[in-house]
């Protein structure tokens, strides 16, 4: 959980528009998942800023094949999609992460995603 909201969501936001100025689309990939992140910790009224922001990253980090993000993107998604009442999304794309983590040798990510697709 984030203690101030508001200055990470100012400081991802900055860091995203400086990736975009600087067209680095790595760091503009991380920097939109940081936002889904902040979003989804920020409430139910932020889920679909969320959702946005991870599809965003997701879409920017495919191309340049940023695995461990991808997975994270997905992992993201699947809390996202959960909340939202979209269950069979939500299992899809933890199966997705969890797969990926697993064929990286993430393994305390994977535990955590399994620890969550028991939930």
């Known amino acids: 959980m984030v203690a ?5 969501l100012d400081l991802a936001r900055r860091a995203l ?3 975009e100025e600087r067209q680095e689309r ?11 992140d ?13 959702e946005t922001a ?6 920017l980090a495919v ?3 940023m695995r461990p993000l991808i997975a994270h993107c997905h992992r993201g998604l699947a809390g996202v999609t959960g909340r939202t009442g979209r269950s069979g999304e ?3 794309q933890l199966a997705e992460a969890m797969t990926m983590f697993r ?11 399994e620890t969550e697709s028991k939930r």
Request: net charge negative.
């Open 4 to 8: 101030r909201p508001e200055s990470a």
């Open 17 to 19: 528009n400086l990736a």
């Open 26 to 36: 790595g760091q503009q990939a991380y920097a939109q998942y940081l936002l889904g």
């Open 38 to 50: 902040i979003a989804a910790n920020a409430g139910d009224s932020s889920l679909q800023a969320a």
């Open 54 to 59: 991870y599809r965003e990253a997701l879409g």
């Open 63 to 65: 191309p340049l094949a």
């Open 90 to 92: 939500a299992k899809e």
């Open 103 to 113: 064929e990286m040798d993430m393994h305390s990510w994977l535990e955590r995603a």
